[in-house]
């Protein structure tokens, strides 16, 4: 709270991302050979590095509004759209072929001179170190008040957004909307970049076909890759 401000959760609820689930329908109940998986590590907790929004001080203003270098964070609350300056803007996934995918019942349709906006800075502080540690345990097999790491990891995000509308201490929609949708971002991009191969997503897991690496090695958004023939 602090760091970002809690948010006011019936307000943005909406805007929270739907995660990412997509099968090619055409290759159901088909025996495939040369078909991989690559599997990203960690692919929420390392969204959550860098820049994040910091509620308090937010503006709202009628209309649409894109965000900028000073407020780069906006949030629709009226359609449920979201962006961030010079990474996505969810506006845009309306055109893409995974659309039907990326949009789940709470999203509306609103005219953009209907729609209000709400701006936020980016807070002074981030997750960077406390990812970077938690992530070093989870690679050294380490537990961090004898949980494992990369149980804490995997449910950074899931506590921020609970479906209890009136959970008073997940008031960090904001965040979750932002990390979410990175991560979106991310795997659209590597859709089109590969959408004749692409047979399956499930969040941060890709099977296609094909023998050949696919995204990158990152530190934190590691690839194992796993030949099926």
Request: aromatic share 12%; charged share 25%.
């Amino acid at each position: 709270r602090a760091a970002f401000g809690y948010c006011d959760r019936k307000l943005i609820y909406k805007c929270v991302p739907k995660q990412l689930y997509y099968i090619n329908e055409n290759y159901i109940g088909r025996n495939l050979k040369n078909v991989s998986k690559a599997d990203f590590s960690s692919h929420y907790p390392a969204k959550q590095k860098g820049r994040m929004p910091d509620w308090r001080e937010h503006l709202v203003i009628e209309g649409t509004v894109p965000p900028n270098e000073k407020y780069p964070f906006a949030f629709y609350i009226g359609s449920g759209h979201s962006a961030e300056y010079g990474v996505y803007d969810t506006h845009n996934w309306l055109t893409e072929k995974l659309a039907p995918r990326l949009f789940g019942e709470r999203f509306t349709y609103v005219s953009a001179d209907k729609d209000t906006t709400i701006l936020c800075k980016a807070s002074k502080y981030n997750y960077d170190k406390v990812i970077d540690e938690l992530y070093e345990a989870k690679s050294s097999g380490k537990r961090v008040n004898d949980v494992p790491a990369k149980v804490i990891l995997n449910s950074a995000i899931g506590w921020k957004h609970r479906k209890e509308i009136e959970c008073k201490a997940c008031m960090l929609d904001h965040i979750a909307t932002v990390v979410i949708a990175r991560a979106n971002q991310e795997m659209i991009n590597l859709y089109n970049e590969n959408s004749n191969n692409i047979l399956q997503i499930i969040v941060d897991g890709v099977i296609y076909k094909g023998k050949y690496k696919l995204g990158i090695d990152e530190k934190l958004v590691s690839l194992n890759l796993i030949t099926i023939i």
